[in-house]
């Protein structure tokens, strides 16, 4: 269990590695699910357009949000996003900063697979094969085809165990042009990406140096924050835990002397260290509104105690809940340490 740990613990420090190498993995998962899949054209006229192009751009689609969904920061670019202002302004930048960064990542493997679908060319020849310029590659002079049958005739280009028209136009003819095309679409495709991803590296750093600075920085702040704040709730959940537990165990211990006579025993030593680890709140209620108080209002990143202790806001209120034994110095404390 603890080596599961350190490497958890690993795997958070070095995040934005760990995430690289989760992307490359998935563009070579993606090129690797191409290779095996089955690609089989139905070679009817009103289905190829359908099919081919479904395989070209629904897998990319699904692998997109795949790496969206293995980002761990979507959930905090949402949370972020929708928390209410309170006490401290969200940064449209930084937000903007965290989706792109995040998209660029979950590109890679669409842009892959799009990629190899276009150099390979079964999509593009069962998507285009009833749109061959039979005028210039085949014989129109064959009288025997309709415009409805020259099309179903054209359909099963992709499909050489069933295709009939070699009299109209020879099926290596057909399959050759359409995969040309193919590949230089994907040519196309991997030099525009190509280039897109250098000017995004290269050039916007030079023209908003400072605007890209301030948001990196600030976005991950904002990472270091909620872990710290993850840490800090498991900490007290624990420790509140123990003291809840101990309490029912002394008094289970008192009944039990009560009734058979025998001396009490006594408090562990470490209950006082429990409750200081508490940091001042000591009930449910008054756990659920700092908790709530935390979405609802974060305080403002400022560093001196006197002004955050004075004029932060927290709660929400002038004074604490009626319900709450804590005092206010205390709930402060608490906060200034979160």
């Known amino acids: 269990m ?3 740990r350190m490497i958890f613990q690993f795997l958070q420090s070095n995040q934005e590695s760990f995430m690289n190498g989760i992307c490359g993995i998935m563009a070579l998962a993606s090129a690797q699910m191409y290779s095996a899949f089955d690609f089989n054209c139905p070679c009817l ?12 751009l629904v897998p990319p689609f699904i692998l997109f949000l795949l790496g969206f969904v293995l980002n761990n920061n979507v959930s905090m670019l949402a949370e972020e996003w929708r928390r209410p202002r309170g006490h401290r302004g969200k940064d449209p930048a930084v937000l903007r900063y965290m989706f792109c960064s995040m998209a660029q990542r979950a590109m890679i493997a669409p842009v892959v697979w799009v990629s ?17 310029p039979v005028e210039t590659l085949g014989n ?3 009288p025997g085809f309709s415009q409805g049958e020259m099309k179903r005739v054209l359909a099963r280009i992709p499909c050489k165990e069933i295709y009939d028209g070699q009299e109209l136009i020879a099926n290596e003819v057909a399959v050759r042009y359409l995969r040309c095309i193919s590949q230089a679409l994907g040519w196309c495709f991997v030099l525009l990406m190509t280039t897109l991803a250098f000017l995004v590296r290269s050039l916007r750093p030079c023209f908003t140096q400072a605007i890209f600075l301030k948001s990196r920085y ?3 702040y904002i990472d270091i924050e909620r872990k710290l704040f993850d840490e800090t709730c498991a900490e007290h959940a624990r420790s509140f835990a ?5 309490q029912f165990f002394e008094g289970m211990t008192t009944d039990l002397a009560a009734i058979r006579c025998h001396p009490p025993r006594k408090t562990p030593a470490d209950a006082g260290e429990a409750i200081e680890k508490l940091l001042g709140i000591t ?13 609802r209002c974060k305080p403002p990143l400022h560093l001196q105690h006197r ?3 004075s004029s932060n806001g927290w709660a929400g209120e002038e004074h604490p809940p009626a319900h709450s034994p804590v005092p206010r110095r205390e709930m402060a404390a608490y906060y200034s340490r979160v």
Request: glycine letters at 6%; one cysteine or more; proline letters at 2%.
């Open 116 to 132: 190899v679908t276009l150099l390979d060319g079964k999509c593009i020849t069962c998507a285009f094969c009833t749109s061959v």
């Open 242 to 246: 123990r003291v809840c537990i101990q």
């Open 283 to 295: 009930d449910q209620s008054t756990m659920n509104s700092a908790l709530k108080n935390w979405h």
């Open 2 to 4: 603890d080596k599961f």
């Open 307 to 309: 002004a955050l202790h």
């Open 140 to 142: 129109t002079s064959h």
């Open 218 to 220: 600030w976005s991950h």
């Open 45 to 56: 006229p009103h289905y190829n357009l359908a099919y081919g192009l479904g395989i070209l």
